[in-house]
């Protein structure tokens, strides 16, 4: 378990270098879905961690229509005819606290008098007013919200995403042989230890 916590922070902390501007959302995901991370099989230890299904996407880049991020160059993954669904972006927005137009739509005040206006002017001014309703002024956030998420969305389908190998740097195969010489020598201090009070 102490090897399991201290991958997982590594994993947390690889991430949050990478996007330093993000709320760090996606970082603390890692490792809480597992029930059972360490489990004891036929064959040895199972280490399980658990993250977002994404972070391959994150780890090795994303090859872009136009043009492609160099350290993405050698990912498997590439945009070819569909851009990031726009939900998904919301959620990357979220993340990056990219939700906050709706306080500065709030600031704006209904108005005070009401004073008689021809057919085409009251028209125009029902849809001013609608704009400034509570029910209004979210379809206003949602509207410029979407509208962000797609110039997000189309930006990363030309320009790809920048490869960050937060999970290869910490989890390799260097890294598993280091682990796996240090059980060897715990456990065979473990035995030796069982030897000695067996034979006492």
Known sequence: MV???TVVNELREKLEDAYPMSSGATAAEIGTMNERPIQITSRGFKVSISMPEYYEFLDEGVK???STYSKSSGSPFAYTDKMPPIDAIRKFMLNRGISKVQEILDKEQLPRKKRK???KSASAKRKSIKSNTRAGR???NEAVLNSIAFAIAKS???KGLEATNFYSDV???TELIKFEARL???FSEFITEIVRVENK
């Open 138 to 140: 979210k379809e206003d």
């Open 3 to 5: 090897y399991w916590q």
């Open 156 to 158: 990363i389908f030309n």
């Open 64 to 66: 872009g229509k136009k």
């Open 117 to 119: 206006l021809s057919k």
């Open 184 to 186: 060897l020598t715990e």
């Open 171 to 173: 989890i390799n195969d």
